[in-house]
């Protein structure tokens, strides 16, 4: 799965909610672009309604699976 391209905003909000923090927590700004980077997390189906993230959120932060099907060996 591709891992769509996240601002420096969007990342540290669904840190934090993966992590279950506050969503604003360490974010430099007010409200309006809270709410709005916010809506562009749920828009990309990495939040729910909820603010909680949803699997594709966490997908994100996960350790990224290698498959050596079809490789050739390193040595």
Request: proline share 8%; net charge positive; aromatic share 4%.
């Amino acid at each position: 799965m591709r891992t769509p391209r996240l601002s420096p905003a969007m990342r540290n909000m669904l840190r934090n909610a993966v992590r279950g923090e506050s969503l604003a927590k360490g974010l430099c700004a007010g409200p309006y672009k809270q709410y709005h980077t916010r809506r562009a997390l749920e828009a990309r189906g990495l939040l729910d309604s909820n603010a909680k993230p949803t699997d594709a959120g966490k997908a994100v932060f996960a350790p990224a699976q290698q498959s050596n099907a079809g490789e050739a060996s390193p040595c």
